[in-house]
């Protein structure tokens, strides 16, 4: 309660006074990021089940990156996110490789998808396409069937006509920032990746095997310095997580091959309910 309490403080004027429920669904409905009281953004809940006050939109192009799948309207996040994605751009640039395409971020409050990934809900978490080099403003605009497959996914290995240098050194840059707590990545991407590193392997222990992920990775932030309302996830283990944990994704049952049903779906933190159910909704409502 203490918690609610003083975030009242920060967003009273956000806060309803009905206990009506807004549905998930709602979030896709949030056309506006919702306005932070005293400035500063707020991420909200975890990673998977959650909201951002004072989310800010990437810019569509900028130095080493282009926005994809514009009209999904996920380009949305987290300053820290925002600038992040900037600063790997830049550096995307500097080194010469071919542009970096940014896929979902988030909806402009966040909240769940009603398609496509559980996660992606605080604006901490950013796809990165493996398809490398600037599209034309129409295809950037709606990119489905557009992505660059790099797995060859009967034989559960990188694909080596496809994967080439650029991929390697991108998902390593990607890496190398200190914000970044997790990078998810499909398991044979991932074996790639621990076979081509050969003299700096700190930063192999970001890299999380995990389904799908064969034509994106997708980069995980840590929760922004003062984020009250934040939840980070554990650390991931110590190591590089080369060895048998990594081998483990690709034994015919353990883990399965598809992911188990979910459980029931917890509710949403109260302060993202409060906030789809604020009177002053109008504002980033569609
Ligand atoms: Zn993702």
Known sequence: MNKFKKTSLILTALLASSSAL???????KVKRPIPSENGVS????????GCI???KPLPAKGAGYQVIRMNKNRYYGHPDMIS????????????GMPTMLVGDIA???????LTGHASHQMGLDADIWLRMGAMSDQDALNSDGKGLLVVNRAAQRVDDNIWNQNHFNLIKLAAQDNQVARIFVNPAIKVKLCQSERADRSWLHKIRPWYGHDSHFHVRLTCPHGAQYCEDQAPVPAGDGCGAELYSWFEPKKPSATPTQPA???????????VLNSPKRSEWLE
């Open 22 to 28: 807004a549905s998930p669904a709602d979030w896709q």
């Open 107 to 113: 909806m402009p409050g966040g909240g769940r998808f």
């Open 53 to 55: 006050i004072g989310a």
């Open 42 to 49: 707020q991420p909200i809940g975890s990673y998977s089940n």
């Open 84 to 95: 992040y994605l900037q600063r790997l751009g830049q550096k995307v640039q500097n080194s």
């Open 264 to 274: 029931a779906r917890p509710p949403e933190p109260f302060l993202c309910q409060q």
